[in-house]
């Protein structure tokens, strides 16, 4: 028999549709936005690990598939780090297209490895596009190529 590749969430009746928000109590979101705002059940299609920025532990790029399993199930995961100031409904929106986008097929941090390998071979005059490892980098050097580090900056 096939282990399922669906993890389905619900509440209990009794606690359906509350959510705790601390300083401001238990909150009825169907009172508050309307029921097109809650769901009985909910397919887990990402899990979201929240904790406090420390640099080395995350992945910058977004290349290397992370899960969290749940009863079986690989579920993608994500890792974001916490610092003041960050909007964190902002960024756990950003994790959910992103994540419906990679459903899709389209993975931008792939794309954009792919357009800076595209890049390198173009500059460094090889006209080879390189082979990218599992962490999307190139594999190996290129002929002519330079080393360097190309930084897209920090996010806030």
Do not use: C
């Not at 009746?13 to 009985?40: K, W």
């Not at 992370?66 to 780090?81: C, E, H, M, S, Y």
């Not at 490892?133 to 360097?148: C, I, L, R």
């Amino acid at each position: 028999m096939r282990p399922p590749d669906t993890v389905w969430g619900a509440a209990l009746e009794m606690h359906q549709h509350h959510m705790e928000i601390r300083g401001l109590g238990i909150l009825n979101i169907t009172h508050l936005f309307g029921v097109a705002a809650v769901r009985d059940n909910k397919k887990i299609e990402v899990v979201v690990e929240l904790s406090e920025a420390q640099e080395e532990d995350y992945d910058r790029l977004g290349t290397e598939p992370q899960v969290w399993p749940i009863l079986g199930v690989d579920v993608p995961l994500a890792r974001i780090p916490l610092r003041p100031g960050r909007n964190i409904a902002s960024l756990i929106e950003v994790v959910a297209r992103n994540q419906t986008l990679k459903f899709r097929g389209i993975d931008s941090a792939r794309e954009f490895q792919e357009k800076i390998a595209t890049h390198i071979a173009l500059t460094t005059g090889t006209g080879a596009t390189p082979e990218l490892g599992d962490e999307g980098v190139p594999s190996k050097p290129m002929t002519g190529q330079t080393t360097g580090l190309i930084s897209l900056g920090e996010v806030e």
